[in-house]
């Protein structure tokens, strides 16, 4: 029996596909507690600079299995919080990952597979590939931290408007609406979320983690905390070797070349 998750690797990126074709990569419990799993072990990963998240098969996601929540023999609600606990579980590790994660949408991405693909750092599109957030369609409300992150990426009026009326979104449209960065041919998806997973990967990771989570707490706090914690974080920077060595290059105006162990949590 094939696992649910199949891990790749080239030179420093984690190519994590999920692996339950047959159901559209919907999760049951096997499929999100190995990718919970999967994403634990990469964000402590110090040879792992960068994580692609993409299907195998026809679809990047389906969602969460709703027929396996719906039989569950003690309720739908019991069913969905356990699946619900496992994928906010690797939400978390996604978003506090000091290191890309780049979602390679290469099918319909829908309900949980919309809210994963959210919560990714970039996103790179598929032609064909379809975004639909499905969950109010089937009379249920968003998880997966899409309610934190589809309005900071388009606005509130827009998300709403997407939860109200749960459009079919195609590549153009998400590429217009900025729910992705980039939009590409079917057969070069998970390549072109790769290499941008490799282009960071060769930059300062110590600077790019940083960055990441003050942008992540900065919706929580206030103006005088985040200067603060910005102050605090330039300075780890200038004394971390990655910002000595970028110091050093711009002085002696030259390409800088960062370490190469990964960001571990």
């Given at each position: 029996?094939?696992e649910?998750?199949?891990?790749?690797?080239?030179?420093?990126?984690a190519?994590?596909?999920?692996?339950?074709?047959?159901?559209?990569?919907?999760?049951?419990?096997?499929?999100?507690?190995?990718?919970?799993k999967?994403?634990?072990?990469?964000?402590?990963?110090?040879?792992?600079?960068?994580?692609?998240?993409?299907?195998?098969?026809?679809?990047?996601?389906?969602?969460?299995?709703?027929?396996?929540?719906?039989?569950c023999?003690?309720?739908?609600?019991?069913?969905?919080?356990?699946?619900?606990?496992?994928?906010?579980?690797a939400?978390?590790?996604?978003?506090?990952?000091?290191k890309?994660?780049?979602?390679a949408?290469n099918?319909?991405?829908?309900?949980g597979?919309?809210?994963l693909?959210?919560?990714?750092d970039?996103?790179?599109?598929?032609?064909?590939?379809?975004?639909?957030?499905?969950?109010t369609?089937?009379?249920?409300?968003i998880?997966?931290?899409?309610?934190?992150?589809?309005?900071?990426?388009?606005?509130?009026?827009?998300?709403?408007?997407?939860?109200?009326?749960?459009?079919?979104?195609?590549?153009?449209?998400?590429?217009?609406?900025?729910?992705?960065?980039?939009?590409?041919d079917?057969?070069?998806?998970?390549?072109?979320?790769?290499?941008?997973?490799?282009?960071?990967?060769?930059?300062?990771?110590?600077?790019?983690?940083?960055?990441?989570?003050l942008?992540?707490?900065?919706?929580?706090?206030?103006?005088?905390?985040?200067?603060?914690?910005?102050?605090?974080?330039?300075c780890?920077?200038?004394?971390?070797?990655?910002?000595?060595?970028?110091?050093?290059?711009?002085?002696?105006?030259?390409?800088?070349?960062?370490?190469?162990?990964?960001?571990?949590?």
């Open positions: 029996m094939p649910p998750v199949d891990l790749q690797s080239e030179e420093s990126v190519y994590v596909f999920l692996n339950r074709p047959e159901a559209y990569n919907a999760f049951n419990p096997e499929l999100v507690e190995a990718f919970a999967q994403m634990i072990v990469l964000a402590r990963d110090p040879s792992v600079r960068g994580v692609v998240v993409s299907g195998r098969g026809r679809a990047f996601c389906a969602g969460g299995d709703l027929k396996w929540a719906g039989a023999a003690q309720g739908p609600a019991r069913g969905f919080h356990e699946l619900a606990s496992l994928f906010h579980q939400i978390l590790e996604i978003r506090r990952m000091a890309p994660v780049i979602a949408i099918g319909v991405a829908a309900g597979g919309f809210s693909a959210l919560a990714c970039f996103r790179v599109m598929a032609r064909s590939a379809i975004l639909r957030q499905a969950y369609s089937n009379g249920l409300c998880d997966g931290g899409g309610t934190f992150t589809l309005p900071r990426l388009v606005g509130v009026a827009r998300a709403l408007e997407i939860v109200a009326f749960d459009p079919a979104i195609n590549a153009e449209q998400a590429l217009a609406w900025g729910l992705v960065t980039k939009v590409v079917d057969a070069d998806v998970v390549n072109e979320a790769g290499s941008l997973a490799l282009s960071i990967a060769q930059s300062s990771l110590h600077s790019f983690g940083l960055s990441k989570q942008f992540n707490d900065s919706f929580s706090t206030s103006l005088e905390t985040q200067l603060e914690r910005e102050r605090q974080g330039i780890a920077c200038a004394e971390h070797p990655d910002g000595i060595e970028g110091l050093r290059a711009f002085a002696e105006k030259r390409k800088p070349v960062y370490e190469k162990q990964g960001a571990s949590q």
